[in-house]
């Protein structure tokens, strides 16, 4: 019997438990900055729509209500300039729909999914469940006219790096897509957090002129709206492959819950606690940008996103080391692929007082 797990690499965040350890001795506490997952309270609406709908003994739909699909759709229009037709399908989450969507596209061994040199490690998990090969490359043209390449993952913006990919870039991804039968799957999560830079979505008419053939665009209500323990999110554009996806995921059971559904109609029919988040946000990230750089960090990129990719020019893990020592746990490049071995990455997300404390303690 083949033990899928064994074709998977080793859970990353177990590899930081030593230096968490030495962070969480510090005498005034550990400051977490290694893992993005919000801290600030979920928007009083979500909340109330989320209790308005709890019961719910029926089994929810799939597709997702006619509600939850029409304010997918608007959000879309409204935010990130998409006309047309896309399709939408709310997803548990962004991430099991990046751990599984090869396989859900019916990729597997003989296949290629090329993603990002640097990038968030469950794309390649998904590629290795599927049994495909992985291609780390950010450039298309050196891959040539490979017919194996069946899906391209695409992050704006980056994480880790919070690196915005321009239109003009997004437009020859997809036109390098499509001339071979390829999807592109955008990575979008962090779409509504642009600082110096102003990401832009791939179902834009500015990238793809209101076709949507071969696109995906993957999003999720975590980062805007505090809403990771709700697991909310979902897959927009190509009807085709989003009606293949629905058919799968009937027969899979990978259904959001009915009180999710509508807790997600409330969040993305208000702009205004996302407004109130991102200034939360650009505070944090003001006081540990400035910190970083008095400490003698280097922060590149990082114009869009949740997080500071920060460099001292040494390998990544006497980096993460030096801040345990000092009660704050950031996460090794390393973790993002061989290319940012000598970076680490800050997240934002942690309280106003344990940010002042890191504050402190980079001073």
């Known amino acids: 019997m083949t033990v899928l797990s064994a074709s ?68 879309l229009a409204r935010e990130c300039g998409t006309t047309g037709s896309p399709a939408v399908l709310p997803t548990i989450g962004s991430k099991e729909l990046v751990a599984w969507l090869p396989t859900l596209l019916g990729v597997g061994p003989g296949d290629v999914v090329v993603i990002p040199r640097v990038c968030y490690p469950t794309y390649e998990a998904g590629v290795r469940l599927a049994g495909a090969e992985v291609v780390r490359s950010d450039s298309l043209t050196a891959l040539g006219p490979d017919p194996r390449v069946k899906l391209i993952w695409i992050n704006s913006p980056s994480n880790p790096t919070g690196k915005v990919l321009p239109p003009a870039h997004l437009r020859k991804v997809v036109d390098w897509a499509r001339e ?94 996302v407004a109130a988040q991102r200034d939360r946000y650009a505070a944090r990230r003001a006081a540990l940008r400035a910190a970083l750089t008095g400490a003698g960090f280097t922060i590149e990129h990082s114009g869009a996103g949740l997080y500071l990719w920060s460099t001292r020019g040494e390998d990544c893990w006497k980096t993460v080391d030096w801040l345990a020592e000092r009660g704050i746990l950031a996460a090794p490049g390393a973790f993002y692929g061989p290319a940012a071995a000598q970076h680490v990455r800050v997240a934002l997300t942690a309280t106003d007082e344990r940010v002042a404390a890191a504050v402190a303690r980079l001073a």
């Open 8 to 75: 998977l690499p080793d859970f990353p965040w177990d590899q930081l438990e030593p230096a968490k350890a030495v962070a969480a001795a510090h005498p005034d506490g550990i400051v977490d900055l290694s893992v993005g997952t919000p801290v600030d309270p979920v928007p009083a609406p979500v909340q109330n729509a989320l209790a308005a709908a709890a019961d719910a003994p029926g089994y929810p739909q799939t597709a997702g209500t006619p509600a939850l699909r029409a304010a997918i759709t608007a959000w």
């Open 180 to 273: 071979r039968g390829a999807v592109v799957a955008a990575d979008e999560c962090y779409l509504s957090l642009g600082w110096e830079e102003t990401p832009v979505s791939v179902l834009s008419d500015e990238v793809c002129g209101g076709d949507h053939t071969g696109v995906l665009a993957v999003h999720s209500l975590s980062k805007r709206s505090n809403l990771a323990g709700f697991r909310a999110g979902f897959v927009a554009g190509d009807p085709a492959v989003v009606a293949e996806l629905l058919a799968v995921r009937k027969h899979a059971g990978m259904i959001v819950p009915a009180p999710v559904q509508a807790a997600m109609i409330a969040a993305l029919g208000d702009e205004s606690h």
